[in-house]
């Protein structure tokens, strides 16, 4: 599977859209982006995953450019609550669907 | 509601004293996973099962035993538990095709002294 490289770590204003880079230079084409966020020590939530266009749910906005070698995340009006570590992860999902998770982005919503 | 149970949330034993630390989904779901995450390290993957009685191992299945005796449920075994096995553990689960959403248990932290 391909690596990720994320920042460290961002913050964003409560009510602004928060926007979370993801390079993933070596992703090849049959590989999907994943993004997962983790709020202290819970379980891994899913977000968000697409191929190659552009994708929205309930929850945030998935931006893949044209050549796929990086996307980003769009939190459209971050809330105190979606201070997490976000992970991106690139997989082509093999039989095992093994996902391989990174060091991530600690994201923090200030009031 | 649709979930991913892990039972129990804190668990301190002793070196050698057998536990299980049980999973339960009730979405269906063929697939099932264990992954500790530990700091420095992030989530690593003990054992999957693809179905019921199909289990295999893992990036870290050393001291571990999983069963999947039943579709629902992925007990996670320590034999002999050791301090090095203290970390925060992970169960989830998916249908059975391999690009859909893993849904996570709210972990279970595990201390062995």
């Known amino acids: 599977d391909a690596k990720t490289t994320q920042p460290t770590s961002m913050d964003c204003a409560e009510g602004r859209a928060a926007n979370l880079p993801c390079n993933h230079s070596?992703?090849?084409?049959?590989?999907?982006v994943y993004w997962y966020r983790q709020i202290h020590s819970q379980g891994p939530q899913y977000i968000i995953h697409?191929?190659?266009n552009n994708e929205t749910n309930e929850m945030a906005s998935l931006i893949i450019t044209e050549d796929r070698k990086s996307s980003t995340l769009i939190l459209p009006h971050a809330t105190l609550r979606d201070t997490a570590v976000y992970y991106c992860?690139?997989?082509?999902?093999?039989?095992?669907?093994?996902?391989?998770f990174g060091k991530g982005i600690t994201l923090s919503v200030r009031p | 509601e649709a979930q991913v149970t892990q039972n129990p949330r804190y668990l301190i034993t002793v070196t050698g004293k057998k536990l299980t630390v049980t999973c339960s989904q009730n979405?269906?779901?063929?697939?099932m996973s264990w992954y500790r995450q530990d700091p420095g390290l992030g989530l690593r993957q003990i054992y999957y099962s693809m179905n019921v009685e199909v289990t295999d191992k893992g990036d870290v299945p050393e001291g571990y035993k999983v069963s999947r005796k039943e579709k629902r449920n992925f007990p996670l075994i320590l034999e002999s538990p050791s301090p090095n096995q203290t970390s925060l553990y992970f169960c989830?689960?998916?249908?059975?095709?391999?690009?859909?959403?893993?849904?996570f248990g709210s972990g279970t932290q595990l201390s062995v002294l």
């Open positions: 697409g191929l190659k």
């Open positions: 992860i690139v997989s082509n999902f093999g039989a095992n669907s093994k996902l391989t």
């Open positions: 979405m269906n779901h063929e697939y």
């Open positions: 989830a689960s998916r249908r059975g095709r391999s690009y859909e959403k893993l849904f």
């Open positions: 070596t992703i090849s084409g049959n590989e999907y």
